[in-house]
């Protein structure tokens, strides 16, 4: 199975953070009802709450580790965003992005993550919200932890091969249930798992490894997008109340590694001084 670049769209992504505290603001006016972009929100970095600033205020303090917030109604527009420890200034930032733009009718789920060196950063990920056939599903696997290239295999069985950090694997699949456990790429040693993961018709279950290998806190997250099947019966959002709950699973002592996707042209994303 081919693992499936991730596009690159840092301020589509980025601007999600906004909409943790207002949200409903943004939803209310029936203007926006056709041009709203769709994201969640995805919280992998481990031990590591953090305050959300837009526009120089704080807009959401203490958004905790392996949480998921969405789907977010949000309309375009440019936005200066900075994630800081719980009550540090906007000066010593963990991560800022500035004047990030979010376009219309985007689905988009943002992941604040660790790269492959351990620290903070955000990779924004395009959902694929295409209509399903009767009786499948869709599995989509991100890496997002500071680990190395893994296979994801489900009933035992390599499903995509060779990930590695800030990239994708996705297929669709008959609908039901199987057992998924992440392994090192090209060999049986087992990193994370197993997990029973139901994925339902009609749906698409995208699995996040977040964490890190080193410090042994790698765990996995979920998040659930309904409304994909082919017959009319539902616009395609993200559910994110069925996103958020993670899955902590034993780690078996791989060395950290891995590949961190550059999150290349439209914004300008700057690391601020970390802990």
Do not use: C
Not at 53 to 59: F, H, M, Q, W
Not at 132 to 144: D, F, W
Not at 249 to 269: E, H, K, M, N, S
């Amino acid at each position: 199975m081919s693992i499936i670049p991730v596009r690159r769209a840092a301020t589509v992504g980025a601007v999600a953070l906004i909409a943790l505290g207002t949200a409903g603001a943004f939803a209310s006016g029936p203007a926006y009802a056709k041009a709203n972009a769709s994201v969640t929100v995805v919280h992998g970095i481990p031990g590591q709450p953090v305050d959300v600033y837009v526009n120089g205020e704080k807009t959401v303090p203490g958004f905790q580790p392996g949480k998921v917030a969405g789907p977010l109604s949000l309309p375009a527009g440019q936005y200066d965003i900075a994630l800081t420890k719980p009550g540090d200034a906007i000066g010593s930032a963990l991560l800022t992005v500035n004047d990030a733009e979010v376009p219309a009718d985007a689905n988009i789920s943002l992941v604040a993550h660790l790269d492959a060196g351990g620290k903070p950063a955000l990779t924004p990920f395009v959902n694929d919200t295409a209509k399903l056939a009767a009786g499948k599903t869709r599995l989509i696997v991100r890496h997002a932890a500071a680990a190395p290239a893994v296979d994801i295999r489900a009933g035992g069985e390599p499903v995509f091969e060779g990930v590695t950090n800030g990239k994708e694997g996705k297929a669709d699949l008959d609908a039901g249930t199987v057992s998924a456990d992440v392994v090192l790429a090209g060999t049986d040693t087992r990193v994370l798992g197993p997990a029973d993961l139901d994925l339902a018709e009609g749906a698409a279950t995208i699995v996040y490894a977040v964490g890190s290998a080193e410090d042994e806190t790698l765990d996995l997250v979920t998040q659930s997008i309904t409304g994909l099947h082919s017959a009319p019966g539902g616009v395609p959002s993200g559910n994110g109340g069925q996103a958020d709950r993670g899955l902590s699973l034993p780690w078996y002592g791989v060395g950290a590694a891995g590949i961190l996707l550059a999150l290349a042209g439209l914004t300008r994303l700057a690391v601020g001084r970390r802990r």
